[in-house]
């Protein structure tokens, strides 16, 4: 299992496979491709039925800058590694092509393309971590320490600063998300309101507070971090910040949190995916849920097996959903699903520690099931924007437009 760096990166949104990963694309393929007159991209399958919603040409476009960029949308059309990939042509004066490249946007913001990091984990899996943690007296954040060595926690520390960066934005800003669907910021009204309420009720709407903050911050193409992904960056910064006010939490305390949510993603990612286009959004949502289940569960105090038990809960409640953003815009049912999912966390947490740890379904086990339900899930609902909450969307507008039961 590679290093937990390159699960938390960060990056502008609003999507780590629409923006991150195809803007880091053509910035490698330009620098390979000096003599460039012009670029042409052709993006297919996911990468095409969400990419205006997910910015991915504004995205290609800024990192060609001053590259002038064509791009062709064939949503129908899926190459054979993976469903979001895209074709690169560098074309010369006269339009002729002196140079192609296929690439494939994998999750997270990773490339196919990318140099191969080495495995540094001796485990793969959670139950082996978990025995040998167990056995050694030892907790995750400790293994993952012992593991990645000290510079770890400076480059957390970093990713803990571009959390609270965006949530500090988010949380400050207001008006209407671009777009065109009449979204508009609510995280700063809601932290508002949350001054009027008891403390209980207050510490959940500032929850969903800083998971709206971060969320709106990333539909707006601001800085996030991917945790995993910049779809579902909102969930562990807002579990995080929640701790950081309610209990007082230190930086250091936040930063093993970090590393133990980190080896659960890490986990997922491997064993499993975490690119929406070919799990859904379980492998997005799903696995933020887990990994701030975890987080939570050890800043309770929990044991390492109840903490397991936490992130299989925030796992395993999630199987089955959907990736259906409207217009293909990382917003309805994004941002509020961001915090959801913040609060089911701390939901698992809570419920892992009342109880004695011992469960029947494993971690891995509820990672084997979110890939295998993830490849039944039928394509409509992975990535496309074609069905589910999107579809139904399509039809209520064009019914206004033009009459019940007319879709056009
Ligand atoms: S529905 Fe989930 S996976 Fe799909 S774009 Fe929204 S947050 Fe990402």
């Known amino acids: 299992m590679k290093t937990i760096r390159e699960l938390y990166r960060i990056g502008t949104g609003p999507s780590s496979s629409h923006t991150m990963a195809p803007r880091r694309a053509t910035e490698r393929f330009l620098a390979e491709h000096p003599g460039t007159a012009a670029l042409r991209v052709t993006l297919y399958g996911g990468l095409a039925a969400t990419g205006k919603g997910h910015l991915t040409d504004v995205a290609i476009r800024d990192a060609a800058d001053p590259v002038p960029v064509e791009i062709a949308w064939e949503a129908s059309e899926e190459l054979p590694e ?156 807002a579990v995080l910040c929640y701790f950081r006010d309610e209990f007082e939490n230190d930086r250091e305390d936040i930063l093993r949190a970090l590393a133990t949510a980190g080896l659960f993603g890490n986990v997922a990612k491997s064993n499993a995916s975490i690119s929406a286009a070919l799990v859904g959004c379980q492998g997005e949502v799903g696995v933020a849920c887990a990994m701030a289940a975890a987080a939570a569960a050890q800043l309770f105090g929990g044991s390492p097996q109840q903490i397991e038990y936490a992130a299989e809960m925030g796992l395993e409640h999630h199987f089955g959903l959907t990736c259906d953003p409207v217009r293909g815009l990382v917003q309805i049912p994004c941002i509020e699903r961001n915090a959801h999912a913040a609060a089911r966390a701390i939901s698992c947490a809570r419920f892992a520690l009342l109880s004695d740890g011992l469960h029947r379904i494993t971690f891995d086990d509820a990672v084997s099931v979110l890939l295998e339900t993830g490849q039944a899930l039928p394509r409509l609902y992975r990535e496309t924007a074609g069905g589910g909450l999107a579809g139904v969307y399509e039809k209520r507008i064009a019914e206004r437009d033009n009459g019940p039961g007319r879709s056009s």
């Open 82 to 237: 993976h469903p979001n990939g895209m074709r690169l042509e560098a074309l010369d004066d006269a339009g002729a092509v002196i140079g192609s490249h296929t690439e494939y946007s994998i999750g997270g913001g990773a490339l196919l393309g990318d140099e191969p990091s080495p495995d540094i984990y001796p485990h793969s899996t959670m139950t082996p971590i978990l025995r040998h943690c167990q056995e050694a007296g030892e907790s995750f954040w400790e293994y993952v320490g012992q593991v990645e060595g000290d510079s770890i926690w400076e480059f957390l520390g970093g990713i803990w600063e571009a959390m609270n960066r965006a949530v500090e934005r988010g949380l400050h800003a207001d008006g209407a998300i671009p777009g065109g669907l009449g979204v508009y910021r609510r995280a700063h009204a809601l932290y508002s309101k949350s001054r009027m309420l008891e403390s209980g009720f207050r510490a959940d709407a500032r929850l969903a507070a800083y998971a709206y903050a971060v969320a709106e911050e990333n539909a707006c193409a601001g800085e996030v971090v991917t945790a995993p992904t910049c779809g579902a960056s909102g969930v562990l910064p």
